[in-house]
C-alpha cells in the first residue's frame, strides 16, 4: 500500500426513521437559517419535503428553499444558490435529493464563502477553498456516495466541461432505505452501477498488488452485485436497498481508496460524454467499462485475472490468467445486460461520431489507470462503445 492521511468522514445517521435522529441532535449546532436545497421536487409528492421542514420547524429554523437542481448539476446552478445563501444569510445547507443535488450544495458551500470564482481558482489557479457554509446531506437516491466526501461534479456548460471539484464535506448525512422505495427502478439500478463502477475504478488503481483495501473491495463489489439482483426480484424489500446504500457509502467515503491511487479512467470519459449529450451518468458507465477494459486489460492481467475469480467466481484451473481475466470481463458484460443497463450508446440515443471526437479530445487522461491511454485510443473506444 501507499503512503497515505486519513481524513474524518462525516457523521452517518443510517436506518429508518434516521432524519429524526439526525436533525434533532444535529440542528442546535447551526444558526436560524436553513436552505433546503432539492431537485425536481419529487421529496414533495413522497411526503420527505414535509418530514424536514416539520423536524426544522420543531427547531426553530428559518426555511428557505433552493430547488430545480438538474441531474447533471451545471455551474450556473452553483451561482444562483450561492447568490441565494448570501442573500438571505443561510447558516445552514440540508441538501436533500441524490449525488447531483449533494455535489452542487458542496460547491455552493464553498462558493458562497468566497468573492473569488470557484471554477477559476480550482482549475486554472489550483487554488481550493477552506471555508464553507455548513452543509449536511439528506440521501433519497443512493449510488453516488457523494454524502460521504467533499468532490462533486459540475457541469460547466460555457466550457462544455463535466469535471471535479472540491467543495465542503457534509457534517453529517442522513441514509434512511425507505427514501429509495419510491425511486424508479431503473434509476436504482443506473445508481447502483455507479457504485459498483466506483468500486472497480478504484480496485484497479494502482498499486496493482493486492492489498487489504482491495480485499474490502472485492467483498463490496460481490454485496452489490448479489444485492442489485436481489433488489430486481424484490422491489419493495428494504434489505437489498439498505445493502446497496451502505455499499454507495463505502465505495466513496475513502476506506476502499487508502494507500491506492485510483483509476477512474471510465468516470473521465462519461463525464465529458455527460457535458455533450446530458446522459444518464450510471447507464453511460455501464457501456464503456466493458469496452474500455478490453483495450487495458493485458496491461493490468494479473489484477484483472483476480477479479474475475474474487468477484465473478471463476476459478476454472484449466484457463490462461489471459483466459480467465477475458471471463470476468464478459461476466461484468452479462451482468449489466442481465440488470437491464444499456449496452450500447445507440440504445441510449447517442450516434453523432463527430460529437464523441470532441468528447475524446477533452477527456482527462488519469495517473491510476494500468494503461495511459491516448485521446485517440479513446476516441476509438467510444466508437465501439456505439
Known amino acids: 500500500m501507499n503512503k497515505f492521511v486519513m481524513n474524518r468522514m462525516p457523521k452517518v445517521y443510517f436506518g429508518e426513521g434516521a432524519l429524526k435522529d439526525a436533525l434533532t441532535q444535529e440542528c442546535q449546532h447551526y ?12 421529496i ?14 420543531e427547531q426553530k429554523k428559518n426555511i428557505y428553499e433552493f430547488n430545480g437542481i438538474m441531474s447533471n448539476p451545471t455551474y450556473a446552478k452553483v451561482q444562483e444558490g450561492a447568490k441565494l445563501v ?3 444569510k443561510i447558516d445552514f445547507i440540508l441538501a436533500v435529493g441524490g449525488g447531483s443535488v449533494i455535489d452542487c450544495c458542496k460547491v455552493i458551500s464553498a462558493q458562497a464563502k468566497t468573492q473569488d470564482d470557484l471554477w477559476t481558482m480550482e482549475f486554472d489557479e489550483k487554488r481550493f477553498p477552506s471555508q464553507f457554509i455548513p452543509m449536511g446531506a439528506v440521501v433519497t437516491a443512493s449510488g453516488t456516495g457523494s454524502e460521504m466526501n467533499n468532490g462533486a461534479v459540475i457541469t460547466n456548460e460555457e466550457v ?3 469535471g471535479g471539484m472540491l467543495g465542503a464535506l457534509a457534517d453529517f448525512s442522513v441514509l434512511d432505505p425507505t427514501y429509495t422505495l419510491t425511486v424508479p427502478m431503473a434509476q436504482v439500478i443506473s445508481g447502483a452501477f455507479d457504485t459498483f463502477s466506483h468500486a472497480m475504478e478504484t480496485y484497479f488503481g494502482q498499486p496493482a498488488q493486492n492489498n487489504v483495501s482491495d480485499e474490502i473491495n472485492e467483498s463490496i463489489m460481490r454485496n452489490t452485485i448479489r444485492n442489485m439482483r436481489e433488489v430486481v426480484q424484490n422491489p419493495q424489500d428494504v434489505k437489498p436497498r439498505s445493502e446497496l446504500m451502505w455499499d454507495s457509502a463505502m465505495a466513496e467515503n475513502g476506506i476502499l481508496k487508502l494507500g491506492k491511487v485510483t483509476d477512474f479512467q471510465a468516470h473521465q470519459i462519461e463525464h465529458q460524454l455527460g457535458a455533450y449529450t446530458n446522459c444518464n451518468h450510471g447507464q453511460g458507465l455501464a457501456v464503456i467499462h466493458p469496452v474500455l477494459y478490453r483495450h487495458i486489460y493485458k496491461n493490468g492481467i494479473e489484477k484483472f485475472a483476480r477479479y474475475a475469480r474474487e468477484v465473478w467466481g471463476i476459478h476454472d484451473t484449466k484457463l490462461s490468467l489471459e483466459e480467465t481475466a ?12 442481465e440488470m437491464g443497463l444499456p449496452t450500447t450508446f445507440t440504445q441510449m440515443g447517442i450516434t453523432d461520431k463527430e460529437m464523441l471526437r470532441k468528447v475524446a479530445d477533452s477527456s482527462n487522461i488519469t495517473a491510476g489507470c494500468c494503461k495511459k491511454l491516448t485521446h485517440d485510443e479513446i476516441y476509438d473506444i467510444l466508437l465501439e462503445c456505439l
Open 44 to 57: 414533495k409528492k413522497n411526503g420527505i419535503f414535509d418530514e424536514v421542514v416539520r423536524l426544522l420547524q
Open 31 to 42: 444558526g436560524e437559517n436553513v436552505l433546503v436545497a432539492y431537485g425536481g421536487g419529487s
Open 160 to 162: 462544455k466541461i463535466k
Open 326 to 337: 477475458q471471463k470476468g470481463i464478459e461476466a461484468l458484460a452479462a451482468f449489466i445486460q
Open 86 to 88: 448570501k442573500e438571505k
